[in-house]
């Protein structure tokens, strides 16, 4: 018993030591004296988390077996391994792109990546959770930690991201627990299992529905989908890439991941939440899709992306499937692997510019990370040869397999893909150097990690996109 | 007379509380005061908590729990915000909403 | 003795260009103009020998299958095959290319790695769009090359407007090719109810079981997709603006082989996968065809800009294919493709001799142009040759075309309009003489015209002109060269069965 | 011996071809043959061609006539056949075709040779004469077809030879338009048979043969209603409307005036306006076979014959006036086939194509393109070759005698013949009188020799038309005194030297006629020119095509394109409406988000209380 709770809880506890050791070396300082190296600090401390972070990625893959904790309030299957990997890994990826934040900030570094791995710890504590109550808490802790990430950077634009997202999801924090309280009186639970059983038996009233659209709309925050959407673009243009990075991924990946247990026992028996979703998704996507057409701000325009991409995802859990759920996955693992690539291109020419607009993203001195970005963006907008190509054949193929119903909703997504498109061109063709913008700028790349991350997401992206079938066979072996 | 408050008068109290302060957050300008109103529909969601511990027979604590975890949760929040706004105040000097919108 | 279709591959024919391509970007490559050019120049030219190859071993049911797995999980394999139609699709296709890659030399000032690069990427696209076997495969070809398309119109196109023509053209065929790929979803998911085997094989579809309706409905959706690229007239309005605004050698691309990738898609899908639903459809098509014909033939009469006229009468003559093409029947059925090809190497001999007319007189306003006869004979000779082929003079490519096209909805079998829309069809041989000698008569014709040409063409262009012209009339004398190709496509039953 | 001519005739017919194209490769690559031998080459296959289609004529009147086929296009039963196919009809036209254009081609040799784009003329020139032949030996109506198109291509590059003249380039340009037209009709007409044809023949292939015509006829007449089948006809015969310049399509001949004069010589005799005639022959089983086509077909020829004889009254230039006598003497040939008088046809083309020939050319010995009226002269030879063309003497005295037979049965048609070939003489002596003879100015030897030659023909013809058995020759006394009118007018003219006066008196010395009867005609010749001027603008035709033109362009640009850019403007419209909702106020944000949650709520709400009230309320 003990033996199999340490073998689950092995990525957790790694997290939490090394968010120990974190504090310890940061309130310590012993290498601070001995050392005239200034960067030392960071280094160590980079080292330090990157060490963690990928034990825990190898605990996760090291615990065999599936497992239900703590009286069934923590289940870990392979679907969660799967989800709190891809959350390891953007955060992996976020450490490697911090160089430029932390530069400001040499000695509360130790912050900063305490606040990540707590983030990380919270994300896939969320996608283990069975129960409401430890849902609520790990969801907080991650976004507690994403608060302060978001304001951390100096400067007065990152404080108010901040409070931004503090206001707006507290607010829909609010909302989740609402809902979460009336099903609570309901069924007199909090752990999924038993209310999946309750309402399984029992007619579902007015009030069940209600408490289910409050909780997506609480969590659909998180995705950044309406009725809490505009907060997105506020929020992405205010703060530092190495943190959107971690802010476009990690919340996505949790929130998907806790939508489909969610959607596929607790919500998942009223018809009017598949409508909601549907419309919501829709709502969202439009918006997103038409928002960025006369945006300029490179970090806006990903945003909107961001938005766009997400409510996509969600449309295709509006029906509820296992190939559905498959299908989003999947779509979630494309679109994090090309997300991070632009921003590891924004991180690379963000220094240079206050504000980032769209002249001067051919400020590189590489064509070949140009190239990638592009391909990064037209992977977004899903052109083939990028895995966003085969996202989203599985997307309109799952939506088409659930019937003809559908296909005015169909119709009306490929209109907003063509609208998607329009933008994710303007960026691709960023990279472009034309009269205006030829003033070359030589500078030197300040963050070493962000072009082998831009080239590695490309690749990924590309590799997907070519050979996908054994991801997609994984994808689906998922929720069968 | 106490005798007839039921299960639906907390009930509603909650709904109340938590529209009054969604309320609060949407209109009022001063951001002490939307802090406030969030602890508004933080409180009405407690109530509701309190509210299904007391009444079904068959629940363990749970209710009271969660009530406890997210008045410490809510605390937390109140923290971060006032630090984050302090942060901010130190920038601009005022206290009203509409003045931080500048990104 | 040697067996030579041992070196015949159908990835390697269709992923050579963009092997190339790739080396004209790597580092090590020298970065000297001259160099990138002639090297992708003899690229496309070995190419096009090797693509010969395929020709000349070709013997009848020659079907090169090539099909790894893909995306196992909807059995889709990454599969390439070539059969009678697509042969002569990609024959054009690189003759078109090499002609395109030879008028290059004097369009192409700048970026000349990148456009040659991308050049060779798009060749790749449109060969895998040509001689893909699985429908997944087929649209992956199909949305991918929208990407160099995109680049080559934007950033060396000759227009003012040549980024938001680009951008008008991607967004409508991507939007085009999304309702294709609900129509491919469509139709591969119902198979797998009517079968229930998961397939991805164009050849192997058998929607019998499906009711006409449904039929009619994946029809539909597909022919958005492919209505786009084609064009079908209301939805054509991107092709003048992206014809006009990109540099010669694409537009000589764009429309000799890019709108062929349409009617390709039509013959493969609706007409091979989906007869059922397609005999219902293709009565309304007809019209919309005898629309295309006559409606844009008006236009381009309409139009000042040589390049625009150009443009439109593309349109005309893609609805003269869509007319074979709905017919159903092998007359109509070998006119199309015909035609496709004879329509093919005019418009890209058109748009050539438009491009050394804007080369040497910077002029496309029609009413400016004149006395470039007196000033550039050997232009004019080439040039009154491939007008009169493209009005359908008799012993040139396009009569041929045309009359077989016509004569197949003449005798379709599926109801009498069609047939009244082959007649209707015909006056466009007056129309399409009026805006071809519009052109001929105000262009070359007259006294001189305010820009000055300082020399008749270069040799390169005299390659290229020669080789269309040489073309045509062996097309139009001789048109069982490709009409026996396509002589072994049977119908059954007013259905195409391979 | 005669059998070798026959077996080689395809030869000789593709000889031009090869010549054009040697021209053509030749001037591509710049080699440039001296002119003396482009000129050789060219007589040598005109002169060949004489040889082998006389050879062959001879041959076919002993031993029937020749056909050779192969296949041009063949997918299922949709067969289509070129090759050669001989027989009298044939021959005979192309013993004409040679003939003329042998020495049209000597003529040219002189009068172009100033001309720097002369090889491309010849080239043009060899190019006809294959156009022509192939049409001529066509064993099929698709084959006719073809010809009929390059024949038609090969007049616009002639009519627009001179083509830095952007007057000549537009003429060639509108009769090859209106040419195209009749093409297209034609070539309707022909699918159209072969889709009837597909239906019901029992034969697998179709080929329209003119070999098994008859069949063909039969059963197109068989399977079509009595309107279809007019239907069908009427859009064949529009072909030999458009091509031999009958009303009202005959202003493309006024038009193709604009070419070099002997390219005008060899349009109006042998090539482009036979062709007419030569298909209405072999479309006469399908054509008989329907009573009112035939009378259709002779009144439209008669009418032509009128309308344009008093078109041509009102002409003053020479050039227009012989192209509006051809339309009018096209128009008497296609009544007499529509009369069923082939021979008389036949006789009257090659007849009219010498003489017509003959006029061109002497027209052409002494004035060039650049003469006007006011400097106009004419050669001795315009005025014998103009007595041929009245019917005052050779040969067209003969024809004109057949004309009068033929048109017995029908008195009308008598008169209205009689008034035609009285207005032939009216206009063609106008022109006699109107321009001085030639003084001065001797021309060139080659061609004289051309000119002289037709004349010698035209003069033998006389002896060789008196052929047929005849009547009282009516004509033959009318045009005796009418003879006698026009020499006395002539000496009149001759001493007094005033030709206004004659022009404005006419031809009768009577001048009761001049006041009352020339009055009259006057103004029905003022009518006709109206109608003229109307047709020859084309006025309805270009207004509706550019009515239809405009229309076209405007849905295209105010319309459709218009419908996608408002979908552009729509779209960035919304955008930055949003943009101005996105108030960077976190408080509005939230406050829409309250809106929408509401309004789903509402929604959820009204949902569930309309379902209930539609259950009955609760339980």
């Known amino acids: 018993m003990v033996n199999d709770l340490i073998n689950i809880f092995i990525p957790h506890i790694i997290l939490i030591l090394t968010i120990i050791v974190q504090l310890v070396l940061g309130i310590l300082k012993p290498y601070s004296l001995t050392f005239k190296y200034k960067d030392i600090n960071i280094r160590i401390s980079n080292i330090v988390t990157v060490i963690g972070i990928i034990g825990a990625t190898a605990g996760t893959l090291y615990s065999q077996g599936d497992y239900a904790g703590f009286n069934y309030s923590i289940i870990v299957t392979s679907d969660v391994k799967a989800l709190s990997i891809l959350v390891l890994i953007c955060g992996l990826v976020s450490v490697f792109l911090n160089t430029n934040l932390l530069r400001g900030n040499r000695q509360g570094c130790y912050k900063y990546h305490v606040l990540v791995l707590t983030a990380l710890l919270g994300g896939i504590c969320a996608l283990g959770a069975n129960d409401f109550l430890t849902l609520f808490i790990s969801l907080e802790c991650m976004s507690f930690a994403l608060y302060f990430l978001i304001a951390f950077p100096k400067g007065y634009p990152s404080k108010e991201a901040g409070f931004k997202y503090l206001i707006t999801n507290a ?79 990690v919340p996505k990946i949790v929130v998907t991941g806790v939508l489909i247990r969610l959607l596929s026992g607790v919500m998942g028996f009223n018809t009017e939440i598949n409508a909601v979703i549907l419309i919501l998704g829709l709502i969202t996507a439009l918006w997103a899709n038409i928002y960025a057409i006369k945006e300029n701000n490179v970090k806006k325009l990903l945003a909107c992306s961001s938005a766009a991409n997400a409510a996509y995802m969600i449309i295709i859990l509006a029906v509820f499937s296992s190939f559905a759920a498959s299908a989003a996955v999947f779509y979630l693992i494309c679109y994090v692997f090309m997300n991070m690539g632009a921003f590891a291109y924004v991180n690379m020419i963000e220094p240079e510019c206050k504000l980032l607009t769209l002249d001067k993203l051919s400020q590189t001195d590489s064509k070949l990370n140009a190239a990638a970005f592009a391909l990064c963006c037209l992977g977004l907008a899903g052109l083939p040869a990028t895995s966003g190509f085969i996202g989203k054949i599985f997307l309109l193929y799952s939506l088409l397999q659930s019937g003809l119903i559908l296909l005015p909703i169909v119709l009306l997504l490929l209109i907003l893909f063509t609208i998607g498109l329009y933008f994710y061109i303007k960026l691709a063709r960023g990279i472009i150097k034309t009269k205006q913008t030829a003033i070359h700028h030589h500078y030197k790349i300040l963050n070493s990690f962000s072009r082998p991350v831009l080239l590695l997401m490309a690749l990924i992206t590309v590799i997907i996109g070519i050979l996908p079938f054994n991801l997609l066979a994984r994808c689906i072996l998922l929720f069968q | 007379m106490l005798n007839n408050i039921g299960i639906y008068h907390y009930l509603v109290l909650g709904l109340i509380l938590f529209l009054t302060g969604l309320c609060g957050v949407v209109i009022s300008k001063n951001i002490i005061k939307i802090l406030i109103s969030i602890e508004f529909m933080l409180t009405a969601v407690n109530i509701n908590f309190t509210t299904f511990g007391l009444y079904c027979k068959n629940l363990a604590f749970d209710g009271y729990i969660f009530a406890l975890f997210y008045i410490a949760a809510g605390a937390v929040e109140l923290a971060i915000a006032l630090y984050i706004f302090y942060a901010m105040y130190r920038e601009k000097q005022t206290s009203n909403i509409e003045d931080y919108g500048d990104v | 003795m040697f067996d030579f279709s041992n070196i015949l591959s159908l990835p390697v024919l269709v992923f050579l260009p963009l092997v190339f391509g790739i080396i004209i970007l790597m580092p090590f490559f020298p970065n000297n103009d001259i160099l990138i050019r002639r090297f992708a120049k003899g690229c496309i030219i070995f190419h096009f020998i090797y693509a010969l190859l395929f020709w000349i071993f070709y013997n009848n049911g020659f079907i090169s299958l090539y099909a790894p797995d893909w995306i196992k999980t909807l059995g889709i394999s990454f599969g390439f095959a070539m059969d009678e139609l697509a042969l002569v699709f990609t024959l054009l296709t690189t003759i078109v290319f090499t002609l395109a890659g030879i008028a290059s030399k004097l369009h192409i000032r700048h970026g000349q790695r ?141 429309a000799g082989i890019l709108l062929k990738t349409g009617a390709y898609a039509i013959i493969r899908f609706n007409l091979q996968t989906l007869p059922e639903g397609f005999k219902y459809i293709a009565p309304v098509l007809a019209v919309f065809a005898l629309i295309n ?206 | 011996m005669s059998e070798f001519f026959t077996d080689n005739l395809i030869w000789v017919i593709l000889y031009p071809l090869w010549v054009f194209l040697l021209i053509g490769t030749g001037r591509l690559f710049a080699v440039r043959m001296s002119k003396k031998l482009l000129t050789l080459i060219t007589l040598t296959g005109s002169g060949l061609g004489i040889l082998f289609s006389g050879g062959a004529l001879i041959n076919i009147l002993q031993s029937g006539s020749k056909e050779f086929v192969f296949t041009f296009i063949k997918i299922q039963n949709f067969l289509i056949q070129l090759g050669v196919n001989i027989d009298k009809l044939s021959a005979v036209y192309l013993l004409l075709l040679f003939t003329i254009s042998f020495f049209i081609q000597l003529y040219s040799s002189s009068y172009m040779s100033r001309e720097p784009k002369y090889y491309r003329y010849f080239g043009y020139l060899n190019l006809f004469n294959f156009a022509m032949g192939l049409l001529l030996v066509s064993p099929n109506l698709f084959q006719i077809y073809i010809g009929w198109e390059l024949v038609g291509l090969v007049s616009y590059l002639l009519i627009g030879f001179q083509y830095t003249n952007p007057l000549k380039s537009t003429a060639a340009v509108k009769a090859f338009i209106i040419n195209r037209i009749g093409d297209t009709a034609l070539l309707t007409g022909i699918l159209c048979i072969i889709y009837i044809m597909w239906t019901y023949s029992v034969s697998e292939f179709v080929t329209l043969d003119f070999s098994d015509f008859n069949i063909i006829s039969s059963i197109v007449y068989a399977h079509t209603n009595n309107f279809t089948f007019t239907i069908l006809c009427l859009l064949l015969f529009t072909g030999v409307i458009v091509k031999s310049a009958q009303f009202p399509f005959h202003t493309w001949l006024q038009e193709a005036m604009k070419a070099p004069t002997p390219v005008s010589a060899l349009i109006h005799s042998a090539t482009m306006v036979a062709a007419g005639v030569f298909l209405t022959i072999r479309l006469l089983p399908l054509l008989t076979l329907s009573k009112e086509i035939l009378i259709f077909i002779v009144i439209l020829g008669m009418f032509t014959a009128l309308f344009c004889s008093l078109c041509a009254i009102c002409q003053n230039n020479v050039k227009s006036v012989l192209a509006y006598s051809t339309s009018a003497n096209l128009g008497l040939m296609i009544a007499a086939v529509g009369f069923g008088n082939i021979d008389l046809a036949v006789i009257y083309l090659i007849v009219h194509g010498f003489i017509k020939a003959a006029l061109f050319l002497s027209y052409g010995m002494t004035n060039n393109e650049y003469t006007d009226d006011t400097g106009t002269t004419l050669p001795p030879s315009f005025i014998i070759a103009s007595f041929a063309l009245a019917g005052l003497a050779f040969a067209g005295l003969n024809c004109k005698e057949l004309f009068f037979e033929t048109f017995k049965q029908n008195t009308f048609l008598r008169i209205e013949f009689l008034l035609t070939a009285f207005m032939c003489a009216v206009y063609i002596f106008k022109l006699c009188c109107k321009y001085p003879l030639a003084k001065g100015k001797r021309p060139h030897a080659r061609e004289q020799i051309s000119v002289w030659v037709f004349l010698l023909i035209i003069t033998a013809g006389t002896f060789a038309v008196y052929g047929s058995q005849l009547g009282f020759p009516f004509w033959t006394a009318f045009a005796g005194a009418l003879t006698a009118i026009i020499i006395s007018i002539k000496a009149k003219e001759c001493k007094e030297g005033k030709i206004t006066q004659i022009c404005s008196e006419g031809f009768f010395i009577d001048k009761f006629y001049s006041r009352y009867i020339y009055s009259c005609y006057g103004k029905i010749t003022d009518i006709a020119n109206k109608i003229e001027l109307y047709i020859s603008n084309n006025k309805f035709l270009v207004s509706f095509v550019k009515a239809a033109v405009f229309i076209a362009g405007n849905i295209e640009k105010y319309i459709l394109d218009a419908a996608v850019n408002l979908c552009a403007i729509c779209t960035k419209f919304a955008s930055r409406e949003l943009e101005h909702a996105q108030t960077r106020n976190i408080q509005t944000y939230i406050a829409y988000g309250v809106l929408i949650a509401g309004i789903i709520f509402t929604a959820i709400l009204l949902t569930y209380a309309l379902v209930i009230n539609s259950l009955g309320g609760i339980g």
């Open chain 1, 171 to 249: 607010v829909s924090v609010a909302f989740f627990l609402f809902g979460v309280s009336y099903i609570l009186g309901l069924t007199s639970s909090l752990n999924f299992t038993e209310i999946t059983q309750i309402f399984e038996s029992e007619r579902c009233s007015i009030i069940y529905a209600i408490a289910s659209i409050m909780i997506f709309i609480g969590l659909g925050m998180k995705l950044a989908l309406f009725p809490f959407a505009n907060w997105i673009i506020d929020v992405y243009a205010g703060s530092e890439s190495s943190v959107l990075n971690l802010l476009s991924t």
């Open chain 3, 114 to 254: 990148y456009y040659y690069a991308l050049l060779l990427f798009f060749e790749t696209t449109i060969l895998g769009i040509f001689n893909a076997s699985d429908i997944f495969t087929f649209f992956l070809f199909w949305e991918l090359e929208l990407i160099p398309a995109y680049f080559l119109i934007a950033y060396w196109g000759e227009g003012g407007n040549a980024k938001k023509s680009a951008m008008k053209f991607i967004l409508y065929t991507f939007l085009g090719s999304l309702f294709m790929l609900s129509g491919l979803i469509l139709l591969h998911y119902f198979n797998f109810l009517a079968t229930n085997t998961l397939n991805g094989q164009i050849g192997l579809y058998n929607l019998d079981k499906v009711s006409p309706e449904l039929q009619v409905l994946i029809s539909v959706l597909l022919l958005i997709g492919f209505g786009v690229k084609l064009p079908i007239v209301p939805i054509h309005t991107w092709l003048p603006d992206a014809h006009t605004d990109a540099a010669t050698p694409i537009s000589m691309i764009l």
């Open chain 3, 293 to 498: 014909i006559i409606y844009t033939a008006l236009v381009a009469y309409a139009q000042t800009d040589i390049k625009r006229i150009v443009a439109y009468s593309s349109i005309s003559n893609m609805g003269l294919i869509l007319l074979g093409i709905c017919s159903m029947n092998i007359i109509g059925l070998s006119g199309a493709v015909f035609h496709s090809v004879a329509h093919g190497l005019i418009t890209a001999g058109l748009f050539a001799v438009c491009g050394i007319v804007l080369l040497r007189c910077r002029e496309r306003n029609i009413n400016k142009l004149g006395g470039i006869a007196a000033k550039m004979p050997r232009l004019f000779g080439f040039a009154t040759v491939i007008i009169l082929a493209s009005i359908g003079l008799p012993s040139l490519a396009g009569f041929v075309g045309e009359v077989i096209s016509i004569t197949g909805a003449l005798a379709s079998e599926l109801n009498d309009y069609t047939k009244f829309t082959a007649l209707f069809a015909l006056p466009v041989l007056i129309l399409s003489s009026c805006y071809m000698l519009k052109f001929l008569h105000k262009g070359f014709f007259g006294e001189e015209g305010e820009c000055k040409p300082a020399a008749d063409i270069a040799n390169h262009e005299f390659v290229i002109l020669v080789s269309i012209v040489v073309l045509l009339f062996i097309l139009g004398c001789f048109p069982a060269s490709i009409l026996d190709i396509i002589q072994n496509i049977s119908v059954t039953n007013g259905a195409v069965v391979w």
